[in-house]
């Protein structure tokens, strides 16, 4: 019976060992992986972000010629690279995981799956076709839209009673104020 316990006793001594020397290496990655960022930065340089290894916006950089572009660009730019950034995170996890839980780990095989489900990699990127703003006034007939359909004939209003003018007097001596400058 001495026998059984002993080995009892060095399985579970093993396992603790097993046990802590893998918090040992998952802790050695989240401390590896917390200090972790990315940047990105756009063809012509005018935006730039930075992420953490959560995938949260950390810094973001616009340069002053970037104030020549449309809003709408601008803000299409910081959402592209800031995907691409994110995209990069499961690069980051599986290259700290290989320095320090192994690539056999399944545990964290798993971990590296999830951060791919949640930051998968970006859409290819198409050129941008803003369109630019409506500032074309139209003046010839060929550019004009298309014309209104006719209205309806309007039926006449029924005649008045008309009410007779008043005459001026001839011997009215007013220099002509208010009266015609044809006179």
């Known amino acids: 019976m001495p026998d059984s316990i002993d080995a009892s006793d060095a399985m579970i001594d093993n396992w603790t060992k097993r046990l802590e020397e893998n918090a040992a290496r998952y802790q050695a990655l989240a401390d590896r992986m917390q200090g972790q960022t990315v940047t990105e930065r756009s063809k012509d340089g005018t935006v730039q972000v930075t992420i953490?290894?959560?995938?949260?916006?950390?810094?973001?950089v616009i340069a002053e010629t970037a104030a020549g572009k449309r809003m709408a660009e601008v803000s299409a730019q910081v959402m592209q690279l800031v995907q691409r950034a994110q995209a990069r995170i499961p690069e980051l996890l599986q290259q700290a995981m290989t320095e320090t839980t192994g690539t056999g780990d399944q545990a964290a095989a798993e971990i590296?799956?999830?951060?791919?489900?949640?930051?998968?990699?970006?859409?290819?990127?198409?050129?941008?076709?803003?369109?630019?703003?409506?500032?074309?006034?139209r003046f010839l007939p060929e550019d004009a839209e298309e014309?209104?359909?006719?209205?309806?004939?309007?039926?006449?209003?029924?005649?008045?009673?008309?009410?007779?003018?008043?005459?001026?007097?001839?011997?009215?001596?007013?220099d002509d104020f208010g009266g015609s400058i044809l006179s």
């Open 147 to 174: 014309p209104p359909p006719p209205a309806a004939p309007r039926t006449p209003p029924s005649p008045s009673p008309q009410q007779p003018r008043r005459r001026r007097p001839a011997d009215d001596d007013d």
């Open 52 to 60: 953490d290894s959560r995938g949260l916006l950390k810094n973001l």
């Open 112 to 137: 590296v799956r999830e951060a791919q489900s949640t930051f998968p990699a970006p859409p290819p990127e198409p050129d941008p076709a803003f369109p630019e703003p409506d500032r074309v006034r």
